[in-house]
């Protein structure tokens, strides 16, 4: 039980940049490049953290709230969510109102630090933030609808370990819309291609590298580490969809999450090779998509 | 004896306008008397509201009114709860109003202001003690014309008294709907008293009509969307701490008469509940998206007040659905999170306004596209700011995701037990008004208090004075308070829920209801990881180099080239052009030598500039043949009235009778 903490912790802590090289070495052998080494996400994390900062004369408090914030929410948000079979540290009715608000915690942050800079590009870059997740929530909302329907319960926990029960008849088609619009989901909130391009750093087209422009030093670390985590923990959301096996063995199902997560890595890195980053204009008819495919689970599980 | 100190308070607060009055020739002595003596009211009022919530209980006041057949006030928790938020506010804004408003700038005001401030809390507070339809609508309408002088204390500005009118209006409906409301009330029930009528009494076609009443005149003082359209003009154009007031709380009231109102009915057949959720499901959406579109940061705040009314109003609907099916679960979360959050709502908002008040205070605007910067010249009041901010998104830890969490938590249940429709269209519903009540108040906050400032006024912008700080400190704890430690406040809802529905008896405290030590400890860990990580950055910041913003080598950065409000919420309009018009004038194209050009857009009021002004018009026109009568030749209208009289006696006239003489029957 105690071990079974640790390691979720562990995992919460550790892998997120692990997932990052991933992407980054799938996309290279796309390309026909060698890549970046694995780790070396990490290693660009240790040595921010370790560099000097340069801070905007125009800034305020609010400017190093904004990476502070957001990896401390998602962090939280990373304690509400079950990793693979095992449960929540913190796990209570209702928890995922909270997991969904801390999110808009994070966003209030990120947004205000980069209009504390005062620059246009970030101005552009938070304006698109907020309005892709006017889109995005409430898409994540409807697929709690289906997991509470699924499972009749309001906590996490109990919502997302539906398997086997999972797997009648009728809910196989929900939970592969649920599955696709969750995808959807994770993509623009982790802002990674087609909603946004996380290689560009100076394009009027992005979401998120564009807002942390002016962070320099540890904030540009804790940054892009908050990022990572996001990612991790989405990606274990969706891992509840696609992966509902358990072996009852404690170190095997970790084991099978943990290589869960790095198909789900290895898939976002395919999606960046494959895909062009849509026109600015496009991205909301991508995320009405799925609210769609989710509202038309749910109706498929009550009709 | 809870009774008595509420009564006393109440007193205490209307008659402190008086020390401004009698001393007007030391004029800053007199504010500060009636400052102090509205505290002093406020504080008695609050300790007998606090006793009611705690479970003292108090014999009723009645006094003889022999026109209506005698009136009298009760203090029941219910009561008590709405009472707290008025007196709150109540001496918090006059202590606001020394700083914001002092007597020595504007002569006169501040006197007429405090005047008719302890009018409109005396007010309030009878019509919320009262058990009797007479005495609560005295009450109603004193407050009501109370804050009609107190919208238009700025009147030499012709937007406040148009938008003093237009309130006026507005106001003057309510009230004839709700003297209707009465008058058929007690021909139904047999007397004008608050208490449920005899099985029998009501149809199902009376009921109907009760109800109607009710949610037209209760709904158009809360601000329900399409009855909102008074509602941002005053909030936008009266002295900030009588914005605080009229939203935080004044809104309120209607919130109060219709929960009094409508629990009498009895369930009450679901069109009737499914209609008042629609209607606060739309307030809530219209609201908050016509807030984020607002570049004047009190606009934009008073719009929020009809999203945040249009919540309650959900959460009421949310508990009618639930009496009519028979589902105690729905009406426990529905009722709760519709009063807790007009607790949180009259904490949050008012704090909002005040810190607005500053604003207007120091750079003299309150058009955001002119602000900015501010953070710098004022760090308490951008703290502050930011705090109401995120509690008004309803963003962990602070008190507004308490409420909006219980309402979650009633629909999410909702969808197993029956409510799958109403659960599919409310719940994407509240969690789209979270992401864009996000925008807007990150445009608010982001627009006014950060980056650089975009008017020569923002520049040189000062903090707010002590009596103005103060005020916002309180209201800030208060939201930390219930964000942190709901299980504070939970027995008190739990007494006001209980006037209205038995059923909720032992469940608010339940786990189920509100985890409060979990909630507690996800909060606690996100504030323990934030701090340390800021600790350390802190150190590191002092070795930190300081340079200008980074605009990607473009040489001369300027405060003109930075995003604008409005430009940080087009992004969004375009998503949204379905539900809100925007208007844009765009230069024509450029010759080749450009000319001087300009570009403006607004967001046009869609019930008052939509369809009121234009049918206003319309009606004007047909009208204007009567004008003929109209001329302005005195006799002439003594003429009118003699004809009016003997038309009027001509009804006495027995023609019956006359023509029976005349002719008596063959």
């Known amino acids: 039980m105690i071990i079974n903490l640790i390691v979720h912790f562990c995992l919460l802590i550790l892998m997120p940049p692990l997932l990052l090289g991933i992407i980054n070495k799938v996309k290279a052998l796309f390309a026909g490049r060698r890549g970046p080494p694995l780790l070396q996400a990490y290693f660009d994390i240790g040595k921010l953290l370790r560099k000097g900062m340069v801070i905007s004369r125009s800034t305020t408090w609010v400017f190093m709230a904004g990476p502070v914030v957001t990896l401390a929410a998602v962090f939280c948000a990373g304690t509400l969510i079950p990793l693979g079979r095992f449960a929540a540290p913190i796990s209570f009715t209702g928890d ?51 997991f509470v329907r699924l499972s009749g319960s309001l906590s996490l926990g109990e919502m997302l370990h539906l398997a086997p029960a999972g797997y009648v008849s009728g809910a196989v088609a929900p939970l592969v819309l649920v599955a696709i619009g969750l995808f959807i989901i994770m993509l623009a909130e982790t802002c990674r291609i087609p909603v946004d391009d996380p290689n560009t750093h100076l394009e009027l087209t992005m979401i998120h590298e564009v807002m942390v422009l002016d ?4 904030l540009l670390g804790i940054a892009l580490y908050a990022a990572a985590m996001k990612l991790f923990v989405l990606s274990s959301l969706l891992l509840h969809v696609l992966q509902p096996f358990k072996s009852g063995l404690a170190w095997l199902d970790w084991l099978i999450f943990a290589g869960g997560m790095m198909v789900i890595a290895g898939t976002i890195g395919v999606v960046e090779s494959v895909m062009a980053r849509l026109r ?14 989710c509202g038309a689970a749910f109706v498929l599980l009550v009709r | 004896m809870s009774l008595a100190l509420a009564v006393t308070g109440t007193l205490l607060v209307v008659l402190s306008g008086l020390p401004g009055l009698l001393l007007a020739k030391w004029p800053r002595t007199g504010q500060v008397l009636s400052a102090v003596l509205c505290g002093l009211g406020s504080l008695v009022g609050l300790a007998g509201a606090f006793a009611a919530l705690s479970g003292v209980g108090s014999a009723d006041l009645s006094f003889p009114w022999l026109a209506v057949g005698g009136a009298w006030l009760r203090l029941d928790a219910l009561s008590a709860f709405f009472l707290v938020p008025i007196y709150l506010v109540a001496a918090l804004g006059s202590l606001y109003g020394l700083g914001y408003w002092p007597q020595s700038r504007q002569a006169g005001q501040a006197v007429y202001l405090q005047i008719f401030w302890g009018l409109l809390v005396g007010g309030m ?34 937007e406040c008294r148009n938008a003093g009118w237009i309130y006026l209006l507005a106001t003057h409906v309510c009230t004839l709907t709700l003297f209707v409301l009465f008058v058929y009330w007690r021909s139904l029930t047999g007397s004008f008293e608050f208490s449920a009528p005899a099985a029998g009494r009501l149809t199902t076609l009376s009921t109907g009509l009760l109800f109607t009443l009710c949610l037209l005149g209760f709904g158009m003082k809360a601000g329900l969307m399409p009855l909102h359209f008074w509602l941002p003009g005053a909030h936008a154009v009266a002295p900030s701490h009588v914005s605080a007031m009229m939203s935080g709380v004044l809104l309120t009231m209607g919130v109060y008469g219709f929960l009094r109102m409508v629990f009498l009915l009895g369930p009450l057949p679901p069109v009737w509940g499914g209609l008042v959720l629609a209607a606060g499901l739309a307030s809530a959406l219209i609201g908050i998206v016509l807030a984020a579109n607002q570049s004047d940061l009190k606009r934009l705040l008073a719009y929020s007040s009809v999203e945040n009314v249009g919540i309650i109003f959900s959460g009421i609907g949310l508990a009618m659905l639930g009496r009519w099916f028979g589902q105690p679960r729905w009406v426990l979360f529905g009722l709760g999170g519709a009063l807790l959050h007009v607790w949180n709502h009259a904490g949050f908002k008012p704090l909002l306004f005040f810190a607005a008040g500053g604003v207007l205070h120091a750079a003299g605007t309150r058009d955001l596209d002119r602000l900015g910067g501010l953070a710098k010249h004022m760090p308490f009041s951008a703290a502050l700011f930011a705090l109401g901010a995120i509690a008004a998104c309803a963003l962990p830890p602070l008190n507004g995701f308490i409420s909006e969490f219980i309402l979650y938590h009633g629909f999410l249940e909702a969808l197993g037990d029956g409510g799958k429709l109403m659960a599919l269209v409310a719940v994407p519903i509240i969690a789209i008004v979270g992401a864009v009540a996000i925008v807007a108040f990150v445009k608010a906050f982001g627009g006014g208090f950060l980056g650089l400032p975009r008017s020569p006024a923002a520049a040189v912008a000062h903090e707010a004075p002590l009596a103005m700080r103060l005020p916002m400190a309180v209201l800030a704890v208060v939201c930390l308070l219930i964000g942190l430690f709901p299980d504070l406040v939970l027995p008190m809802l739990e007494r006001a829920m209980l006037v209205l529905s038995p059923a909720v008896a032992g469940r608010v405290r339940a786990d189920s209801f509100l985890p409060p030590f979990r909630l507690r400890l996800v909060v606690g860990l996100f504030l323990a990881i934030s701090s340390l990580m800021a600790l350390w950055l802190a150190g590191r910041r002092r070795q930190a180099l300081a340079a200008g913003t980074w605009d990607c080598g473009y040489a001369r950065p300027d405060s003109r080239m930075q995003y604008t409000a409005s430009s940080f919420s087009q992004a969004f309009s375009r998503v949204f052009t379905w539900l809100v018009r925007v208007v844009t004038k765009r230069p024509a194209a450029l010759p080749v030598f450009p000319l001087r050009a300009a570009m403006d857009s607004k967001v046009p009021e869609p019930v008052l500039d939509g369809v009121l002004y234009p049918a206003a018009g319309r009606v004007q026109d047909r009208l204007v043949r009567l004008r003929r009568f109209q001329h302005g030749l005195i006799q002439s209208y003594v003429l009118y009235v003699l004809v009016a009289l003997f038309i009027l006696l001509a009804t006495l006239i027995p023609f019956g009778r006359i023509a029976e003489l005349l002719f008596p029957r063959l």
């Open chain 1, 280 to 293: 600015m204009n496009h991205v909301p008819h991508l995320l009405v998509a799925a609210i769609i495919l």
């Open chain 1, 96 to 146: 995922l109102v909270l997991f969904a608000y801390l999110f808009g915690l994070a966003r209030f942050f990120t947004t205000s630090a980069a209009l504390d800079t005062g620059s246009a590009f970030e101005g552009m870059g938070a304006a698109r933030e907020v309005t892709f997740a006017v889109l995005s929530e409430p898409a994540l909302f409807l697929v709690f609808f289906v």
């Open chain 1, 215 to 218: 962070h320099s030093g540890p």
């Open chain 2, 125 to 158: 507070a009878l019509l919320v003690l009262a058990r009797q339809g007479m005495a609560f609508l005295f009450g109603w309408e004193l407050m009501a014309l109370s804050a009609f002088f107190l919208v238009s204390t700025d009147s030499e500005r012709i």
